[in-house]
């Protein structure tokens, strides 16, 4: 990456320069919210101590965000789960088989919306627009009712208030919510959750009035859905929602914000619309709002919010680039106030945390309190001048040149294999309905294989022999033996439960990305970055830094043990190359297909020593090949191309008769089904069971001709399925697979579930795929 160069002179400091954020991480330093939500749960947390946690970490944010120079503290961006599902409770919008849990308990039916009960599932959840955190679908329908219920908005923009801070309520906007929604279930297709905005429209002005009763100046509402491609009626519905919320002289000024990308269509409508303010992103693709802002004429009397600081990544700000974009914006808008480009939920809490990088790295890191401090000396500089901030420029250039020419960050050999990978390309030696046939012969399984996506639970005993071995109070040889023994549980587990193709259970393993991270040259892995994938479930994106390669064998060993413990199939498993960079904080200073490419040529290097292992059975996962799909369709072809090639490169080196399986979840496939061909592997199993299999027909209808395993076991909710339910599900699969083709599994991997769960489960599946062998068989 290499350095802007600041202008010789600077501007004449012209106009007051706020700063603030979009959100912030919810988790606190040490994931106290995770902790008090899973207590809760379990009935060790009561709920007045939940609420207690709760809200110490958010006056501890908001003074920390007033203490590191914010004017203005977003509130409301506070979830004991998720956001959008806090919308769907602000509106009224509850399910009607929650209903009555939520009028019994508000808190336990939340939780119950969120996770299901035994007698009731959870709402559907799926990717929030391209990044790796999930969110809760909304069920809508003709007869959907709203109602405001404005609690949560008012007590926390209140709190806030008390500590002597100005805040800005954030709510998710009604537009985004309805593109959001999907028909509830039941309800006859063709039926458009954005057909029930007029009935919202009124909800939202309540809801408004009452925050302004309340004291709220300003009131942010999130539109991200708009930098999507949009119909003209989606437009028009945008203009006529936010004319309406405009006209209303009880409310307060109105910020609407979108963020990651460009607005394009949008923008007009939003600029043309009586609101106060606009809050956009000038990062990465949203870079190209700062021409479309200025061809539209800018916003002349208004507030801007310029997102000039990636909320989505880890490395510092270009200090001097963003000031030239911030000098360019001061002549756009009535008022221009510095931000991040979208809500800090994304990264982890504070750099300074992680003591053991190597000091240099460290200081090309930022995570969200240093963001926090970029944004703040942004102001200063856009208010003072470029004098004002002399000192951080000048160290910031300094990081940055060290950065683009570290030799930590190249390795001239991986480059030179990976071009020479990009120019010969990578496809099987046979195609699939040859190998299939071969594959069948080997592997001799019976119709309707039953199988899991990979991991089993991660107890309490293996997290604390991680834990242990850490800390130096267990050694390397009393590791792998504990190991070792969850390895022969899951597999003697397994055989019991009547699974035909095995997994070792992946005890070792503490996430599906780190394990692979920490063990390939080029990454950095973190102690405390800790960033929110959904609920209670928290991860630690690894950081890609420089180029990557494999030192050597990272899965062969456990694999090798587990196969030499059963007669049957134990599956190698893998991460694929475009997970590997989407649930990472990936580099910005090459293209994301160079990087895919050298990912891919390491796990190619894994998956030929699994395969001269013995290994029949090989699965490597891309979950994240449809949530990286970047939001504008002229954007796609590209991404896809090099997302497939990259899968490619990783599996085409094996025989005919070894079987390539990968595995998706929770995203919406049936736009990027020809990419699931290309990939070209024989086996895909994806998540189905909150969404009814609408997946297996999806794929049906467009001719996918592989073998498919559509979920039938919801392993994010507690609930257990039963054998009819079970039946039920593999009944629609056959409708859309043919048996020959037809896998059983769950919808992900296991380890966030507790045995118990699990057992009862699986026992449920392989007698639901018994049961429809027998009929089957019998014609």
């Given at each position: 990456?290499?350095?802007?160069?600041?202008?010789?002179?600077?501007?004449?400091?012209?106009?007051?320069?706020?700063?603030?954020?979009?959100?912030?991480?919810?988790?606190?330093?040490?994931?106290?919210?995770?902790?008090?939500?899973?207590?809760?749960?379990?009935?060790?947390?009561?709920?007045?101590?939940?609420?207690?946690?709760?809200?110490?970490?958010?006056?501890?944010?908001?003074?920390?965000?007033?203490?590191?120079?914010?004017?203005?503290?977003?509130?409301?961006?506070?979830?004991?789960?998720?956001?959008?599902?806090?919308?769907?409770?602000?509106?009224g919008a509850v399910p009607t088989r929650h209903r009555a849990a939520v009028a019994e308990d508000a808190l336990d039916g939340y939780f119950a919306m969120a996770r299901g009960?035994?007698?009731?599932?959870?709402?559907?959840?799926?990717?929030?627009?391209?990044?790796?955190?999930?969110?809760?679908?909304?069920?809508?329908?003709?007869?959907?009712?709203?109602?405001?219920?404005?609690?949560?908005?008012?007590?926390?923009?209140?709190?806030?208030?008390?500590?002597?801070?100005?805040?800005?309520?954030?709510?998710?906007?009604?537009?985004?919510?309805?593109?959001?929604?999907?028909?509830?279930?039941?309800?006859?297709?063709?039926?458009?959750?954005?057909?029930?905005?007029?009935?919202?429209?009124?909800?939202?002005?309540?809801?408004?009035?009452?925050?302004?009763?309340?004291?709220?100046?300003?009131?942010?509402?999130?539109?991200?859905?708009?930098?999507?491609?949009?119909?003209?009626?989606?437009?028009?519905?945008?203009?006529?929602?936010?004319?309406?919320?405009?006209?209303?002289?009880?409310?307060?000024?109105?910020?609407?914000?979108?963020?990651?990308?460009?607005?394009?269509?949008?923008?007009?409508?939003?600029?043309?619309?009586?609101?106060?303010?606009?809050?956009?992103?000038?990062?990465?693709?949203?870079?190209?709002?700062?021409?479309?802002?200025?061809?539209?004429?800018?916003?002349?009397?208004?507030?801007?919010?310029?997102?000039?600081?990636?909320?989505?990544?880890?490395?510092?700000?270009?200090?001097?680039?963003?000031?030239?974009?911030?000098?360019?914006?001061?002549?756009?808008?009535?008022?221009?106030?510095?931000?991040?480009?979208?809500?800090?939920?994304?990264?982890?809490?504070?750099?300074?945390?992680?003591?053991?990088?190597?000091?240099?790295?460290?200081?090309?890191?930022?995570?969200?309190?240093?963001?926090?401090?970029?944004?703040?000396?942004?102001?200063?500089?856009?208010?003072?001048?470029?004098?004002?901030?002399?000192?951080?420029?000048?160290?910031?250039?300094?990081?940055?040149?060290?950065?683009?020419?570290?030799?930590?960050?190249?390795?001239?050999?991986?480059?030179?294999?990976?071009?020479?990978?990009?120019?010969?390309?990578?496809?099987?030696?046979?195609?699939?309905?040859?190998?299939?046939?071969?594959?069948?012969?080997?592997?001799?399984?019976?119709?309707?294989?039953?199988?899991?996506?990979?991991?089993?639970?991660?107890?309490?005993?293996?997290?604390?022999?991680?834990?242990?071995?850490?800390?130096?109070?267990?050694?390397?040889?009393?590791?792998?033996?504990?190991?070792?023994?969850?390895?022969?549980?899951?597999?003697?587990?397994?055989?019991?439960?009547?699974?035909?193709?095995?997994?070792?259970?992946?005890?070792?393993?503490?996430?599906?990305?780190?394990?692979?991270?920490?063990?390939?040259?080029?990454?950095?892995?973190?102690?405390?970055?800790?960033?929110?994938?959904?609920?209670?479930?928290?991860?630690?994106?690894?950081?890609?830094?420089?180029?990557?390669?494999?030192?050597?064998?990272?899965?062969?060993?456990?694999?090798?043990y587990a196969q030499s413990l059963t007669d049957r199939p134990v599956k190698g498993m893998l991460t694929g190359p475009v997970t590997m960079l989407a649930w990472s904080f990936?580099?910005?200073?090459?293209?994301?297909?160079?990087?895919?490419?050298?990912?891919?040529?390491?796990?190619?290097?894994?998956?030929?020593?699994?395969?001269?292992?013995?290994?029949?059975?090989?699965?490597?996962?891309?979950?994240?090949?449809?949530?990286?799909?970047?939001?504008?369709?002229?954007?796609?072809?590209?991404?896809?191309?090099?997302?497939?090639?990259?899968?490619?490169?990783?599996?085409?080196?094996?025989?005919?008769?070894?079987?390539?399986?990968?595995?998706?979840?929770?995203?919406?496939?049936?736009?990027?089904?020809?990419?699931?061909?290309?990939?070209?592997?024989?086996?895909?199993?994806?998540?189905?069971?909150?969404?009814?299999?609408?997946?297996?027909?999806?794929?049906?209808?467009?001719?996918?001709?592989?073998?498919?395993?559509?979920?039938?076991?919801?392993?994010?909710?507690?609930?257990?399925?039963?054998?009819?339910?079970?039946?039920?599900?593999?009944?629609?699969?056959?409708?859309?697979?043919?048996?020959?083709?037809?896998?059983?599994?769950?919808?992900?991997?296991?380890?966030?579930?507790?045995?118990?769960?699990?057992?009862?489960?699986?026992?449920?599946?392989?007698?639901?795929?018994?049961?429809?062998?027998?009929?089957?068989?019998?014609?």
């Amino acid at each position: 990456m290499t350095p802007k160069t600041a202008p010789p002179a600077p501007h004449a400091p012209a106009r007051e320069a706020g700063a603030t954020v979009h959100g912030w991480p919810r988790q606190g330093p040490d994931r106290e919210l995770k902790r008090a939500v899973e207590g809760y749960w379990k009935g060790r947390v009561t709920a007045g101590e939940l609420h207690d946690t709760a809200a110490r970490l958010r006056r501890s944010a908001w003074r920390q965000l007033a203490d590191a120079g914010l004017g203005e503290v977003p509130t409301g961006d506070f979830s004991y789960y998720d956001h959008v599902l806090d919308t769907s409770v602000m509106v009224g919008a509850v399910p009607t088989r929650h209903r009555a849990a939520v009028a019994e308990d508000a808190l336990d039916g939340y939780f119950a919306m969120a996770r299901g009960t035994q007698d009731a599932p959870p709402l559907e959840m799926t990717k929030w627009f391209d990044t790796n955190y999930h969110y809760l679908v909304p069920e809508l329908g003709p007869d959907t009712g709203f109602a405001a219920d404005p609690a949560k908005q008012v007590a926390e923009f209140t709190e806030a208030r008390a500590l002597g801070l100005v805040a800005r309520p954030v709510l998710v906007g009604p537009v985004t919510y309805l593109l959001l929604a999907k028909p509830a279930p039941g309800v006859a297709p063709g039926f458009r959750p954005l057909t029930l905005l007029d009935r919202l429209l009124p909800v939202y002005a309540r809801l408004l009035a009452d925050l302004r009763a309340a004291g709220a100046e300003w009131v942010q509402l999130d539109e991200p859905a708009l930098v999507q491609d949009r119909t003209p009626a989606e437009l028009d519905a945008v203009a006529r929602a936010y004319q309406s919320l405009g006209m209303p002289t009880d409310r307060p000024k109105l910020l609407v914000a979108s963020y990651f990308g460009r607005l394009g269509e949008a923008l007009p409508v939003l600029a043309g619309a009586p609101v106060e303010g606009l809050a956009m992103d000038f990062t990465g693709p949203g870079a190209a709002n700062l021409g479309d802002l200025a061809a539209a004429g800018g916003l002349p009397g208004r507030r801007l919010v310029a997102g000039v600081v990636d909320g989505r990544n880890v490395w510092i700000n270009d200090l001097a680039g963003s000031l030239t974009v911030l000098d360019t914006l001061l002549g756009l808008a009535g008022r221009v106030d510095v931000a991040t480009s979208c809500s800090l939920l994304h990264v982890p809490l504070d750099a300074a945390a992680e003591r053991g990088v190597d000091p240099q790295i460290a200081r090309w890191l930022a995570f969200a309190r240093q963001k926090t401090a970029e944004v703040v000396t942004l102001a200063r500089g856009l208010a003072g001048g470029r004098a004002a901030i002399d000192g951080e420029l000048a160290a910031n250039q300094a990081d940055l040149a060290a950065r683009a020419t570290s030799s930590r960050t190249r390795d001239p050999a991986v480059r030179a294999r990976a071009e020479q990978a990009a120019a010969t390309g990578s496809h099987r030696s046979r195609p699939y309905g040859q190998r299939a046939g071969a594959q069948r012969e080997r592997l001799a399984l019976p119709p309707l294989p039953t199988t899991t996506i990979g991991s089993f639970p991660q107890t309490d005993e293996l997290r604390s022999a991680r834990a242990d071995l850490r800390a130096g109070r267990l050694d390397a040889a009393g590791y792998r033996e504990r190991m070792a023994a969850a390895v022969r549980e899951v597999i003697v587990f397994q055989e019991e439960a009547g699974l035909d193709v095995l997994v070792h259970g992946e005890p070792e393993r503490n996430d599906m990305v780190q394990f692979f991270a920490e063990q390939l040259t080029g990454y950095l892995a973190t102690r405390h970055g800790w960033v929110q994938s959904y609920g209670t479930r928290y991860v630690r994106p690894p950081i890609l830094v420089g180029d990557i390669s494999r030192p050597g064998p990272m899965t062969v060993e456990w694999t090798r043990y587990a196969q030499s413990l059963t007669d049957r199939p134990v599956k190698g498993m893998l991460t694929g190359p475009v997970t590997m960079l989407a649930w990472s904080f990936v580099r910005d200073d090459q293209p994301r297909a160079q990087t895919a490419r050298q990912v891919a040529l390491a796990l190619r290097d894994e998956v030929a020593d699994l395969e001269a292992a013995g290994t029949a059975v090989i699965q490597v996962d891309e979950p994240a090949l449809r949530e990286t799909l970047p939001l504008r369709a002229a954007d796609q072809d590209g991404y896809l191309a090099w997302a497939t090639e990259a899968f490619r490169l990783a599996t085409s080196g094996v025989r005919p008769d070894t079987q390539i399986h990968t595995h998706m979840c929770y995203a919406e496939f049936g736009d990027i089904v020809q990419a699931i061909e290309d990939l070209d592997a024989d086996v895909i199993s994806l998540e189905a069971a909150r969404s009814h299999m609408r997946v297996a027909a999806e794929l049906s209808a467009a001719g996918y001709p592989r073998e498919v395993g559509p979920g039938v076991y919801d392993i994010h909710s507690p609930r257990v399925p039963d054998v009819a339910e079970e039946v039920a599900l593999l009944r629609e699969g056959l409708a859309a697979v043919p048996a020959d083709r037809l896998w059983v599994n769950p919808d992900c991997g296991l380890k966030t579930r507790g045995w118990p769960e699990v057992t009862a489960s699986l026992a449920a599946m392989v007698t639901a795929a018994r049961t429809l062998r027998a009929e089957l068989a019998t014609g």
